[in-house]
């Protein structure tokens, strides 16, 4: 099994920027891809962005340059880093991994709002 832990999120301004945290526990040596997913209010969970065992990494088009996946592995942590951030970016983003068996894990979500 594997727990998974957001924090991070809270209310910005657009133009401001977050970074959203991970915690992970558990039998993470069976992850091969995590990422950030969000979902807003009346649409479908969308994926932000991942990174796989080898520190690969994608993002959604909407996203790109600037949003930035990144792994702490000695605190078994993964991070988002969020700039430029604007109304649309608001939702509630959860972390995924998923493992080398069928299923996956998810944390809690953390919200994400961007308003003046």
């Known amino acids: 099994q594997v727990q998974l832990v957001e924090s991070g999120g809270g209310l910005v301004q657009p133009g401001g920027s977050l970074r959203l945290s991970c915690a992970a526990s558990?039998?993470?040596?069976?992850?091969?891809?995590m990422g950030w997913y969000r979902q807003a209010p009346g649409k479908q969970r969308e994926l932000v962005a991942n990174?796989?065992?080898?520190?690969?990494?994608n993002y959604a088009d909407s996203v790109k340059g600037r949003f930035t996946i990144s792994r702490d592995n000695a605190k078994k942590t993964l991070y988002l880093q969020m700039n430029g951030l604007k109304p649309e970016d608001t939702a509630v983003y959860y972390c995924?991994?998923?493992?080398?068996?069928?299923?996956?894990?998810w944390g809690q979500g953390t919200q994400v709002t961007v308003s003046s």
């Open positions: 990174i796989s065992r080898s520190g690969r990494t």
């Open positions: 558990g039998n993470i040596r069976s992850i091969i891809i």
């Open positions: 995924n991994c998923r493992p080398d068996y069928p299923g996956s894990y």
